[in-house]
Each structure stands twice: as C-alpha cells, then as structure tokens.
C-alpha cells in the first residue's frame, strides 16, 4: 500500500506531549497518529461490516420466529403467568 502525506494542525502543547509520548515509545509522532487512525478506521469498519450483517438478518428474520398470536392467546398466556386480577 503507498503512503501519502497528511498535514495536520495541532495546538503546540498538544505536539509537544505527543512528542514526549513517542520518545517514551520508541517511536514518531507520525506513526502514533498513523496508528492511531488505522485502528480508528479499522474499528468503523468493523461497525459497519457488524450493522450491515445486523440489518441483513432482520430483513430476512420473520416476526416471533413465523409464531403468530391472536389476541385471546396472548391475554390467555398473560393470565396463566399473573393470575386473574379480578
């Protein structure tokens, strides 16, 4: 994969601390923001793969699993579970 150039702006305190966290790491600013934005971006990617997955199932998912109630079933279920409550 090729690599481009990307100019950003930061607050000067904010690259001054950026600079001392590379140094402890052993490494450049440049690869603590490239890495920084590749796992951002690899983690949006992951969302979406994960909703577009989500959004195929339920188009595809049929209500109660095909199981249809009528009305007096489901009133009848609700009693056998709390009782009558006249």
């Known amino acids: 994969m090729s690599r481009t150039n990307l100019t950003i702006q930061l607050e000067s305190d904010v690259i001054r601390r950026a600079k001392v966290v590379a140094a ?3 490494t450049s ?3 603590l923001v490239a890495q920084e934005l590749t796992e ?3 983690e949006d990617e992951r969302y979406e793969d994960a909703r577009r ?3 195929q199932l339920m188009e595809h998912a049929t209500p109660h699993g095909g199981r ?3 009305r007096d079933e489901l009133y009848a279920e609700r009693l056998d579970r709390h009782g009558s409550r006249r």
Do not use: I, P
Request: zero cysteines; a positive charge.
């Open 24 to 26: 402890k790491r052993g």
């Open 29 to 31: 600013v440049s690869a």
């Open 40 to 42: 951002l971006a690899d």
């Open 53 to 55: 997955r989500a959004m």
């Open 68 to 70: 249809t109630w009528s």
